[in-house]
């Protein structure tokens, strides 16, 4: 069966993009036929993260209005296989994505391409690029920064999710919906200088994914057009590596939230 | 000196005041959340309204809308001042 995942966060800059192609390629070494698409229509970036930006010819606008099929519009990756990208285009008329175009995108990956999974990466905002990217999801990544105009905008868009996805429309009630904290900083935490795991996720009381540090990894990364998670020495890396086994549903203990090497949780729960 | 600093309660981190601000944010968007979208202006020209009567606060006017097995329930809680306020107005 195909899984729909929104990477979703309300607020720009705290690291969607950069989390959906890690989620993507994660999934696809696991050996799952992945689509990451980018939904963010007039702003195009997905394709650069994922190194494929000389590659693109036909996006999604292109196969919702009928100019390309599925098929000739996805850019199969060259470092990753099961991985495929579907670029956002580079339109700035914002009705191009209509619920039924953007459905028939999705349907298309499903039956003809057999996806196992399809990463929604959202634009920030709550405008219809970000409503489209959500509707038809099965889950939610929600991506938070530890800092107050981050969590606040989070909870609108938790609070968004619980009502405006096809499956709450329909009565299936939320979908499941979790944290990811990027650019956590033990040492800012520890000196009461930064929001801590415990109190975000305290006050958007969601089930916690993983925590990814504020690391140069990540814009190595970006620099080099590879998604951070196939940095594998890297803590980031590591960090979005133990995000895509809890996804999958492995229970880990969280690295990388303690100024210790032996983690916080680690020496708590008796890791 | 420095016993007596020992002795004050620690001074707030930032982290700290971080927090109780979005606790209190997020608590009160919630309350407001999924209800219909005329519900900030009725807010307000409710308030404009008891205002014309009796001087009150900003927060002294709040509006909800709750949903009971099908039903829908608009709640609105005026707080007034004290008495003696009153008078002098």
């Keep these: 069966m195909t899984k729909i995942v929104v990477v979703t966060s309300g607020k720009g800059g705290v690291g969607k993009t950069t989390t959906s192609a890690a989620l993507a390629t994660g999934l696809a070494l696991r050996g ?81 391409m057999k996806m196992d999974y399809i990463i929604c990466d959202s634009p920030a905002g709550i405008e219809k690029g970000a409503l489209m990217a959500a509707y038809f999801a099965d889950e939610a990544v929600v991506v938070t920064n530890p800092e107050v105009s981050s969590v606040r ?99 880990l203990p969280h690295r990388f939230v303690n100024v210790n090497k032996k983690g916080l949780f680690g020496r708590l729960f008796g890791g | 000196m420095s016993i007596f600093s020992y002795l004050l309660p620690k001074k707030q981190t930032s982290a700290s005041v971080a927090k109780e601000r979005l606790q209190i944010i997020v608590a009160r968007e919630r309350s407001t959340r999924g209800g219909p979208d005329y519900l900030p202006q009725l807010q307000q020209e409710l308030l404009m309204v008891v205002r014309k009567y009796v001087p009150v606060g900003e927060d002294a006017v709040n509006v909800q809308v709750d949903r ?22």
């Design chain 2, 68 to 89: 009971d097995s099908g039903c829908e329930i608009l709640e609105l809680n005026i707080t007034l001042p004290e008495e003696e306020a009153q008078q002098q107005y």
């Design chain 1, 153 to 251: 905008d989070s909870d609108r868009i938790i609070g968004i999710l619980a009502s405006k996805t096809r499956h709450a429309e329909q009565g299936d009630g939320d979908i499941p919906a979790r944290l990811l904290l990027t650019r956590y900083s033990p040492e800012r935490v520890e000196n009461g200088q930064m929001l801590s795991v415990e109190d975000v996720q305290e006050i958007l009381a969601i089930e916690l994914l993983g925590v990814i540090p504020e690391s140069q990894a990540v814009l190595n990364a970006s620099n080099a057009g590879s998604p951070v998670i196939l940095d594998i020495d890297s803590d980031a890396g590591q960090a979005y590596s133990d995000a895509v086994a809890r996804f999958l549903g492995d229970q």
């Design chain 1, 32 to 112: 799952f036929k992945t689509t990451v698409i980018d939904f963010d229509v007039g702003l195009r970036n997905l394709d650069l993260i994922m190194g494929c930006e000389r590659r693109v010819v036909y996006d999604l606008v292109n196969v919702i209005s009928g100019d390309a099929n599925i098929k000739q519009a996805l850019i199969k990756d060259k470092k990753v296989d099961n991985l495929f990208i579907l670029p956002a285009s580079q339109t700035r008329d914002k009705d191009a994505l209509t619920t039924e175009g953007v459905e028939g995108v999705l349907n298309a990956l499903r039956d003809d």
